[in-house]
């Protein structure tokens, strides 16, 4: 069985209501639920919450909501991975032929249910696969990256300073839009995550981290100048 769960607490602070604010036409949720449901691979689409109003919503999108989050799961310091194992061992004990499961993120509406379909498929065809993630390549070489000493700037990599810029290998960064691993890796506390994950990279125009209000203007002009809203109905 192939599950997918989607953390949503109801307490986000910088952009308060997150998970559930109107996003291109729906709450954001939405947009993650239907790309799973749209990818066809999941059996079963599950929301982990704390709150009704966002249990709400996901039920109202198709998805399950078989549990309320506990509350020591669902503060300012708790982890992914804590809420995933929390999620996986709720899931999983009348399912134990459970074997991928993905932690698709409740504000990634550029998810693409293709994407979810090529970890799902990594993950079954790979013996040697058991994480797959999203990226995407940074813009500008990160080992000619400054920073600041005091008030004046240095080189954060000096040994790439004589590095010709075509020699400079590709760096990338987390998108954030989902993981995707085997049961026994998300319930695993010891298990370093990033580290051997296979990489699904996506392009610049759908890796947009959405953290502020002008981070979700941005986001949303670019999404309907994508057309992806015409795309997934």
């Known amino acids: 069985m192939n599950l997918a769960v989607i953390p949503a607490r109801g307490g986000s602070k910088r952009i308060p ?9 729906k709450p954001i949720i939405v947009w993650s639920i239907e790309a799973a ?6 059996d079963r689409v599950v929301v982990s919450t704390d709150d009704e109003e966002i249990a709400d919503v996901g039920r109202a999108a198709g998805a399950e909501v078989p549990f309320t989050r506990p509350a020591e799961l669902a503060d300012d310091h708790t982890g992914t991975r804590a809420v995933m194992a929390h ?10 032929s459970t074997t991928i499961v993905c932690c698709l993120y409740p504000t990634a509406p550029f998810v693409a249910a293709d994407d979810l379909r090529s970890a799902v498929d990594l993950l079954r065809t790979d013996a040697d696969t058991d994480v797959v993630m999203t990226v995407a390549a940074f813009a500008s070489p990160i080992w000619r990256a400054l920073v600041l000493d005091g008030d004046r700037l240095r080189r954060a990599l000096p040994g790439y300073a004589g590095a010709r810029s075509q020699d400079l290998p590709p760096a990338y960064f987390d998108v954030g839009q989902f993981y995707m691993a085997r049961s026994e890796v998300w319930l695993d506390p010891g298990r370093r995550f990033v580290t051997g994950a296979v990489p699904i990279v996506v392009p610049a125009e759908r890796a947009i ?20 809203a015409a795309r997934r109905s």
């Open 87 to 96: 999620a996986v061992a709720a899931l999983t004990v009348a399912e134990p």
């Open 209 to 228: 981290d959405i953290n502020t209000a002008a981070d979700w203007a941005h986001a949303e002009r670019t999404f309907r100048a994508l057309g992806l």
């Open 37 to 42: 449901f749209h990818s066809g691979v999941f």
């Open 17 to 25: 209501r997150k998970n559930v604010r109107a996003f291109a036409g």
